[in-house]
């Protein structure tokens, strides 16, 4: 049994067409998991045109999965952190300070592209922020960086429910720790900026985090817990993100880079972070909204 889960921004699904494609697909009762939102049916097999609906339905700014049925709610969520738990990229907003924004950013774009090799990369970017004052990481955490909407909501929801939540990042453990504190992640796994007298030194400790590392961590903390790939939900948006996504028993990229959607499982480009509840079934008024913390 496969469900397909139709997702877009709140008031702007269609039940029309929700309706026209449960129809076409022959599928079962249409259940609204938020009105006008989200809502999803259930088949047995999976549509020869699910790629062909998907692309259609992008152009009307609705999301479109088709997912196995059976183990959809997930015991573990594992998630990159810049441009995905947050709105931002972390060494871009200290590049921008450090006043090689531009060039920063150029070189961020084409490695979460897949373009550059991303240790080569992370190297380079962290090399134009030598002597930059450590005191600019609390000051970027107060007045640059903003969480993902939905991402509250989602650990808090899937939290309730038992899950783990672990956020790895090719990014900062200065940005991961505030981060994940303020979302309630369980753990986080990072790279080390390296600081000598109050100022940063232009490189960080090794080995560096990327790819691998967070195929590494999936398979760690997954065993640690006894925990299935398969009850994995990942999430990221970056080429470095695409190992976990696709080990993952639900792989979700998440307004991610164009090389990165066309290899991952799940694509959500409409929706905010609560889509990943909507995918696992989880109904609106299941949802568990927090208190939020501040970063600093």
């Not at 889960?5 to 029309?16: E, F, K, M, Q, V």
């Not at 505030?178 to 390296?194: Q, S």
């Not at 691998?212 to 817990?225: H, N, P």
């Amino acid at each position: 049994m496969y469900t397909t889960t139709l997702i877009a921004r709140p008031g702007t699904l269609d039940p029309a067409l929700a309706e026209a494609l449960r129809n076409a697909w022959g599928g079962g009762d249409l259940v609204w998991l938020s009105p006008d939102e989200a809502a999803e049916f259930d088949m047995p097999e999976q549509p020869d045109t699910a790629d062909a609906s998907w692309s259609a339905l992008q152009d009307q700014g609705v999301d479109l999965a088709v997912q196995p049925s059976a183990g959809r709610r997930k015991k573990m969520l594992l998630a990159d952190m810049d441009s995905t738990m947050i709105e931002q990229e972390c060494i871009d907003e200290l590049a921008e300070v450090a006043g090689v924004g531009a060039h920063v950013k150029d070189i961020t774009a084409r490695a979460m592209n897949g373009e550059l090799d991303f240790e080569g990369a992370l190297i380079e970017r962290v090399g134009l922020l030598k002597g930059l004052s450590e005191s600019v990481i609390t000051e970027v955490l107060a007045s640059r960086i903003t969480l993902m909407p939905g991402g509250p909501i989602l650990l808090a929801t899937m939290k309730a429910h038992g899950a783990h939540a672990a956020l790895v990042s090719g990014g900062f453990t200065a940005f991961t720790g505030p981060v994940a504190a303020a979302l309630g992640f369980d753990e986080n796994r990072a790279n080390t900026l390296l600081v000598e007298t109050g100022t940063l030194t232009g490189d960080v400790t090794r080995p560096i985090l990327g790819r691998e590392a967070k195929v590494a961590a999936l398979e760690e903390i997954s065993a640690r817990f006894g925990i299935r790939e398969a009850d994995v939900m990942a999430v990221g948006d970056g080429a470095n993100d695409l190992g976990m996504l696709q080990r993952a028993g639900a792989g979700v990229a998440l307004h991610a880079k164009p090389s990165v959607q066309a290899q991952a499982k799940l694509r959500i480009n409409h929706g905010d972070l609560t889509a990943l509840l909507f995918l696992q079934g989880y109904g609106r008024d299941e949802f568990v909204t927090p208190e939020i913390r501040a970063l600093v």
